[in-house]
């Protein structure tokens, strides 16, 4: 346990908000969904990987949308995969997010002039929570996102107010 | 669908869907695939879905300089040797000479870049196939190399840093130690890969006699690079046509054996991959003994960029294969026509043809042992 | 190139004279390689020729280009050959009117014509005879013109998503 190893009794009984406990567990186990889509995708993976190790968070890749929290749109959504991702997103179950990964898919990045055949931004077929800025983003950046997500997660109500005020 | 009656069961074909989101198909890439209960019947490649549109946006830009960037992103996980092949093609047109400095420089860089990606391939190959270790070993290995890069160029995966006729900025101080130390340390490893994953049983069950490619077949397709190394033909365009320096090194050229199953099947394409890690070490010293220390590295770059009218195909080796540049030249200052021949789009074509009747398991590794990288297939 | 030097252009031209007669025209290039201009009716014929012939044996098809000239209203096709016995490299070149753009395809000959002749439909709408499967590669099918066209104009919406900033 490191550092709380042996600090406690086991009478020790902690009293948090009940919103707090569930924002707290939510934000730290975020599943994201394994699926890349252009260049920022190897930097996905290398974020994952052994140097910056994703799962120092809790954040663990899921081959399912039906599993995941996050989805990480990492690269270039093109018209054919507009649909697509769609309906990926549909599939993921409440609540979602969405991390819009580098410039290609916060905007169209440098395929937004020429680029008959690249969607200008993917928050036109899905709603965007972080957008992360970069071509391709480094990793560290792309941690940064999670935890702007994270920060996301944390002012959240999830906990419905009594209808009579009680 | 057709109903199939053998020995009086009626059977049913089935059309399954992989892709295009599919942890292993490294990308978006969907196959359609026909299956007669486990058996693979015909698999039809349905790509474009990262079409984004390199050849119109060439011919948009007003600089040839201009579509370098673009380049680097047709294949994101080997950008020095798609900058390289693109340079030396419009160095062509130019008729220019780059100075030696940069020469060895550049050459250095794209072996540097075909191991990092190697390590890619390799790694992801594995974990296609289950083993997730040796994928955390190369990716350290990897980022050492992005490291060496990142000083170089400043960025970790798409760099813009060979330009026509030289490159970018200086090379910095201790480039040549850096780079000394990681062929150093990186020797070893090749080892250390082999231990763990090459004579790995259960890897070895996985990839030998499955989607053996024949190198007639390959040569009809066209097939280039570990591909068609692995199917036992000694091509190789840095010794057989070479460009730049590469007449000036030693190293030799890695074949599929049929070591433990047959010529040209999924093991073979493999280990030609970590071979080939090898030569490009023995390549980066010689080159590193070789080059200059001294040099002006933009001494040849051109203020403007006008070629003559007239076109050029020029062919370089990446990890991939054959990459082909096609550029047409009309003496404006934009190309009139640029055409990327990448070898993931030739390499893929093959797949229908090597992967019927194996079993829908092995078509990952029968993907996965191609190496695809879907930018370069939809470009 | 190297290659080159084992049989230029012009000698393999002057041997092809022999079977295909006046069919054939060689053009010399001051820049890159020269070429030669084959109809696109006996595209076929010509490639099968270059592939079976024991002195020329061109058994792969390096790639295979589109292009589109606006000033002569043509589409054009460009295909660069490798003999890996022979170690010697061609250029053929087709070009069709733009408002009849059918050439012979070449997929029977070299199996890796199959996509790339695809793509040349796809970009250029350049039409290929023969072809057993000529449907769209890298577009959707169902996408409005032939992108790479120089008068190309892009559509503005593809199932309901704006192409468009």
């Not at chain 2, 594995?126 to 083993?131: F, H, I, K």
């Not at chain 2, 082999?194 to 259960?202: E, V, W």
């Not at chain 3, 054939?24 to 290039?29: M, N, Q, R, S």
């Amino acid at each position: 346990m490191g550092l709380l190893d042996k600090k406690y009794h086991d009478s020790n009984i902690i009293i948090v908000p009940l919103e707090n406990a569930l924002n707290w567990a939510r934000k730290s186990s975020l599943w994201y969904e394994q699926f890349g889509l252009a260049c920022c995708a190897i930097e996905m993976m290398a974020t994952a990987a052994s140097h910056y190790d994703f799962d120092r968070f809790g954040i663990l890749p899921r081959s399912s949308p039906r599993q995941a929290d996050v989805m990480i749109v990492a690269g270039t959504v093109t018209m054919k995969m507009a649909s697509r991702i769609e309906r990926l997103y549909e599939q993921m179950s409440e609540p979602r997010y969405v991390i819009s990964m580098g410039s290609c898919s916060n905007s169209g990045g440098p395929y937004w002039e020429h680029g008959y055949h690249v969607l200008k931004g993917v928050d036109k077929v899905i709603p965007v929570d972080v957008y992360v800025p970069g071509c391709p983003p480094r990793p560290e950046a792309l941690l940064e996102g999670f935890l702007k997500l994270q920060e996301r997660i944390t002012n959240e109500t999830v906990v419905e107010s009594k209808p009579d005020g009680k | 669908m057709d109903e199939i009656i053998t020995n009086g069961v009626q059977k049913q074909e089935m059309v399954i869907n992989m892709g295009p989101q599919h942890p292993s198909t490294h990308g978006v890439l969907r196959l359609e695939v026909v299956l007669d209960g486990e058996v693979v019947k015909k698999v039809t490649a349905d790509i474009g879905y990262l079409h984004r549109c390199f050849e119109k946006h060439a011919e948009a830009m007003d600089d040839y300089s201009k579509v370098i960037p673009y380049t680097d992103r047709i294949d994101y996980v080997s950008a020095m040797n798609q900058e390289h092949g693109y340079v030396i093609a419009v160095e062509k047109l130019l008729d220019l000479e780059v100075p030696e400095r940069v020469e060895y420089m550049r050459v250095i860089l794209a072996e540097l870049q075909r191991i990092a990606s190697h390590l890619l391939g390799v790694g992801t190959f594995g974990l296609d196939l289950g083993a997730f270790t040796p994928f955390l070993y190369c990716f350290i290995e990897r980022e050492k190399i992005l490291k060496i890069f990142e000083k170089v160029s400043g960025a970790r995966l798409l760099y813009n840093y060979m330009c026509i006729g030289g490159l970018m900025q200086d090379i910095p101080e201790d480039f040549k130690t850096d780079t000394r130390e990681f062929v150093k340390t990186f020797r070893p490893k090749i080892q250390e890969l082999n231990d763990l994953l090459s004579s790995n049983r259960i890897f070895i069950d996985r990839t030998a006699n499955i989607g053996v490619l024949p190198a007639e077949v390959a040569l009809n397709y066209a097939a280039s690079g570990p591909m068609l190394r692995g199917s036992g033909v000694k091509w190789d365009l840095r010794r057989n046509d070479p460009y730049s320096i590469y007449d000036r090194f030693e190293f030799d050229i890695p074949v599929g054996k049929g070591e433990v199953g047959t010529v040209g099947d999924c093991w073979d394409r493999y280990i030609v991959r970590v071979r080939e890690m090898e030569e490009s070490l023995k390549i980066i010293e010689q080159a590193l003994d070789q080059m200059p220390d001294e040099g002006d590295v933009k001494e040849a770059v051109p203020k403007r960029v006008r070629p003559a009218e007239g076109e050029v195909y020029v062919r370089t080796e990446t990890p991939r294969g054959e990459l082909g540049y096609y550029i047409i030249s009309d003496k404006s200052a934009s190309p009139f026509r640029v055409k990327a021949r990448a070898p993931s789009f030739v390499n893929l074509s093959i797949l229908p043809a090597i992967s019927k009747g194996a079993l829908i398991a092995d078509l990952v590794a029968i993907v996965g042992s191609i190496d695809i990288v879907l930018g370069e297939v939809d470009r | 190139m190297k290659s080159d030097a084992l049989k230029s252009p012009e000698e393999i031209y002057e041997y092809l004279k022999a079977s295909f007669d006046e069919l054939l025209e060689y053009v010399p290039a001051e820049l890159g390689q020269s070429w030669i201009t084959v109809p696109p009716f006996s595209m076929k014929a010509v490639a099968k020729f270059l592939r079976d012939d024991p002195a020329l044996r061109f058994n792969t098809l390096m790639c295979q280009s589109g292009v589109h000239y606006p000033d002569e209203d043509e589409l054009g096709v460009t295909y660069h050959l490798h003999s890996t016995s022979h170690k010697h490299t061609l250029v053929l070149k087709v070009r069709v009117p733009i408002a009849d753009p059918r050439v012979q395809s070449v997929e029977a000959i070299w199996k890796t014509a199959d996509w790339h002749e695809r793509e040349a439909w796809d970009l250029l709408g350049i039409v290929f005879d023969g072809h057993p499967n000529l449907k769209r590669i890298l577009c959707p099918e169902g996408w409005e013109g032939h992108p790479l066209r120089k008068d190309y104009r892009q559509q503005e919406t593809y199932l309901g998503v704006t192409t468009g900033a």
